[in-house]
C-alpha cells in the first residue's frame, strides 16, 4: 500500500496537477462561500473542461472542487447566518451568533481547522478501510435504508429548544415539498395542482436559498436602525484561532462528529447536507449544557464542520470501491470517471490502482491548500462584517437569484425562492424552527422510496421492516428519541408552570 500511495503522490506532484489541483480548490471556495451556488455546479459548470485533460489532471481539478466547495460554505454560514452549502446549515446555528458576539476570526478559524481536520479523517478512512465499509453499506436493503431515514428525520426532536410540535410541523412541511413533482416509483406528477413547472419538483437549492437568505434578508430589512458597530470590529484572529486547551476540548466532539459524517457519507444518496445536522443534533443532545447551543460556542462550529467534510472521504468509499455515488457531487465524479473510460469498482483498484491512489494523493494535497488559503484569506472573509447592510444584503439577493437561475435556467426557480423565503419569514415570526424543514425535505425521497420498495418486495407486508433486525434497531430508537424528546417538553412545561405559581 505504502508504494501504491507514494505512486499517486508522484502522479500529482507536478506542475500541471498542481495548478489544477490550487485552481480548482480556490474556485470550490468561491462557490461555497457565494448563498446559492455549491460545489455540485462548480464542478457541473467544470466537468466539461476536463475532457480535454488526462484522467489524473482532471480528476484533481473535481476533487479540488470537491474539497474547497464543501470546506467555502462556513464563510457565509458564520458571516452572514447563510449557509452558503447545504452541508453547512448547522454551522450557522453557533457560527453566526459567536461572530455576532464580535469573534468571527475565532469563529472561521475553528471552522477552517476543523474542516481540515474532517477531511484528513475521511481520507484516511477511504484509504484504509474502503473495501470493508462499503460492505456493509451494500448489505443495506431497502428495508434499512427506511429505517435510517425515520430514524434521522427524528433527530428533528433534539433540534427543536422551544414547542416540539411547531418543530414536527416544520419537519412535515419539508416532506410534504419533497413530495411535490414525479412520483418516486410510477413518475406521475402530484401535487402539482396544473401547473406544470411543478412536475419536476423542487431542488434543493431555491429551497435552502429562500430559506435562509432570503428570509435573513427579510428579517432584516424589518429591523431599524444600523448595525452595532461594536459587534463587528473584533474579527482578528491570533494563531489558528483557538487555544490549544479549546482543541482538546473538542477532540471527543470532533472524534465523534468524523465518525458520524464518515458513516452519513458511506451510505449513498444522503450526504453532507444530512450528516452536519446529524452531528450538530448529537454533540448538543452531548453536552452538559445543551442549551448553550445556538448562542455562539464553539462545539457547534466543531461538529458541523468536522462531519460535512468526513463526508467527503465517506462519499468517495461507495464510488471508488462500488461504482455507487454517495451524494450529488461523487455522481457527477462518477461520469467523468466513465468518460475517460473507467469504471468504478473492485476491479478499479487492481487495474488501475496508482489512479486511485492519485485521488487519495489529489484529496490530502487539496485539503492543504484550503487550509492555506482559506486562512491567509480570512481577514478578506471577516471584513464582510463591516460592509453597511443597505449594501451587502441586495448584493446577496442578486446572487441567490442568479444562483437558483444558474441551477436550471428557469425564472420558476426563482419565483421559488422568493416564495420559500416569505414562507420561512412567516414561519419565523411565529416561531416554527426552520432547520426541521431541511430535514425533512432532503430526506423525504430517501424514505419514501425505500418504502414503496420495501412494501413491493414484501407484497405489501410491513413485517420485514420490524423483523429484519438493522432496521428494527434503527426504528426502536427512533422510537425511543420521540418519547424522550416529548418527555423532556412536558417536564419543561411543568417545571414552567410551577415556576408561575
Not at 477552517?112 to 456493509?136: C, N, R, Y
Not at 451524494?327 to 489512479?355: C, E, I, K, Q, R
Not at 446577496?396 to 444562483?403: A, D, K, Q
Amino acid at each position: 500500500m505504502l508504494d501504491l500511495i507514494a505512486v499517486g503522490f508522484q502522479a500529482v506532484l507536478n506542475p500541471l496537477c498542481i495548478m489544477a489541483i490550487f485552481g480548482g480548490t480556490i474556485l470550490g471556495i468561491i462557490f461555497g462561500a457565494i448563498p446559492g451556488l455549491s460545489a455540485t455546479m462548480a464542478i457541473a459548470l467544470c466537468l466539461p473542461l476536463t475532457y480535454s485533460m488526462d484522467h489524473i489532471t482532471g480528476m484533481a481539478l473535481l476533487i479540488g472542487l470537491y474539497i474547497g466547495g464543501i470546506s467555502g460554505g462556513l464563510v457565509s454560514a458564520i458571516l452572514l447566518h447563510i449557509p452558503g452549502t447545504p452541508s453547512s446549515v448547522a454551522t450557522c446555528f453557533d457560527g453566526h451568533p459567536l461572530a455576532a458576539k464580535g469573534e468571527a476570526g475565532k469563529a472561521l478559524g475553528v471552522g477552517i481547522f476543523f474542516s481540515f481536520l474532517g477531511t484528513i479523517f475521511g481520507v484516511a478512512a477511504l484509504v484504509g478501510i474502503a473495501p470493508a465499509l462499503a460492505k456493509v453499506a451494500l448489505s443495506f436493503s431497502s428495508y434499512e435504508y427506511f429505517s435510517v431515514g425515520v430514524f434521522s428525520i427524528t433527530m428533528m426532536c433534539a433540534l427543536i429548544s422551544g414547542n416540539i410540535v411547531k418543530g414536527l410541523i416544520s419537519g412535515f412541511i419539508g416532506l410534504t415539498i419533497a413530495l411535490i413533482g414525479p412520483g418516486r416509483i410510477d413518475g406521475l406528477p402530484r401535487l402539482t395542482f396544473g401547473f406544470h413547472q411543478l412536475d419536476a419538483g423542487f431542488d434543493i437549492l431555491p429551497l435552502l436559498i429562500g430559506l435562509f437568505a432570503v428570509s435573513e434578508v427579510l428579517q432584516e430589512a424589518t429591523k431599524k436602525g444600523e448595525p452595532k458597530e461594536e459587534m463587528i470590529q473584533n474579527w482578528k484572529i491570533k494563531g489558528l484561532g483557538f487555544s490549544w486547551k479549546e482543541f482538546a476540548s473538542q477532540i471527543p466532539n470532533f472524534i465523534r462528529s468524523a465518525l458520524i459524517g464518515l458513516g452519513i457519507g458511506i451510505l449513498p444518496g444522503i450526504g453532507g447536507g444530512t450528516s452536519n445536522i446529524l452531528a450538530y443534533t448529537v454533540a448538543k443532545n452531548s453536552d452538559k449544557h445543551p442549551e448553550r447551543f445556538g448562542t455562539g460556542v464553539i462545539d457547534g462550529i466543531v461538529a458541523s464542520e468536522t462531519a460535512n467534510n468526513a463526508t467527503i472521504g465517506g462519499a468517495l468509499i461507495p464510488l471508488l470501491t462500488l461504482g455507487i455515488p454517495g451524494d450529488a457531487v461523487t455522481a457527477l465524479l462518477l461520469g467523468s470517471l466513465m468518460v475517460h473510460g473507467l469504471t468504478p469498482g473492485p476491479l478499479l483498484f487492481t487495474n488501475n490502482g496508482p489512479f486511485v491512489y492519485s485521488i487519495f494523493a489529489s484529496a490530502l494535497v487539496s485539503n492543504f491548500m484550503m487550509l492555506l488559503s482559506m486562512y491567509l484569506g480570512i481577514r478578506l472573509f471577516a471584513r464582510v462584517l463591516t460592509v453597511p447592510k443597505y449594501i451587502l444584503l441586495p448584493i446577496i439577493m442578486v446572487l441567490c437569484c442568479v444562483g437558483a437561475y444558474g441551477l436550471n435556467s428557469r425564472v420558476f426557480d426563482i419565483c421559488a425562492v422568493l416564495a420559500f423565503g416569505l414562507l420561512a419569514f412567516a414561519l419565523q415570526k411565529g416561531q416554527f424552527p426552520t432547520a426541521p424543514i431541511i430535514l425533512g425535505f432532503v430526506l423525504g425521497p430517501m424514505i419514501e422510496t425505500n418504502l414503496l420498495r420495501g412494501m413491493n418486495q414484501s407484497q405489501g407486508s410491513f413485517a420485514p421492516f420490524l423483523t429484519r433486525p438493522i432496521s428494527a434497531a434503527f426504528l426502536l430508537i427512533a422510537a425511543v428519541v420521540i418519547v424522550w424528546s416529548v418527555l423532556k417538553e412536558f417536564r419543561r412545561y411543568r417545571a414552567g408552570k410551577t415556576a408561575q405559581r
